[in-house]
Nanobody, 123 residues
Framework: QVQLVESGGGSVQSGGSLRITCAAS????????MGWFRRAPGKEREGVAA???????IAADAVQGRFTISRDGAQNTLYLQMSNLKPEDTAMYYC?????????????????WGQGTQVTVSS
């Protein structure tokens, strides 16, 4: 049974950093693509960053140069390192797995989701 458990969210001031973690079980991280998504109040869920099975990461334009996705096969864990955080980064962040095909930052292309971890950035 696939399970994804996010942690590491919290409150931080603008310009600060956070690293959020997604602990995976029931499958092996690296077998297929995984991603981080976020949903801000009143907005649609959007892709933040993704990593393919070869370990190549991509990031959305809004977070390019500030957020980095990575994974640890030994820990079976996915990470999102966030730096220079801005108030507009405030959202619930979700880990996704079970990538099928198509655009890596499209949430419709993932089959498994975690419960999310809240990130709040104050100005």
């Amino acid at each position: 049974q696939v399970q994804l458990v996010e942690s590491g969210g919290g409150s931080v001031q603008s310009g600060g950093s956070l690293r959020i973690t997604c602990a995976a079980s029931g499958f092996t991280v690296g077998r297929s693509g995984m991603g981080w998504f976020r949903r801000a109040p009143g907005k649609e869920r959007e892709g933040v960053a993704a990593i393919d099975k070869y370990g190549v990461g991509i990031a959305a334009d809004a977070v390019q140069g500030r957020f980095t996705i990575s994974r640890d096969g030994a820990q079976n864990t996915l990470y999102l390192q966030m730096s220079n955080l801005k108030p507009e980064d405030t959202a619930m962040y979700y880990c996704a797995a079970g990538y099928s095909y198509g655009e890596y930052l499209d949430p419709a292309n993932y089959n498994y989701w975690g419960q999310g971890t809240q990130v709040t950035v104050s100005s």
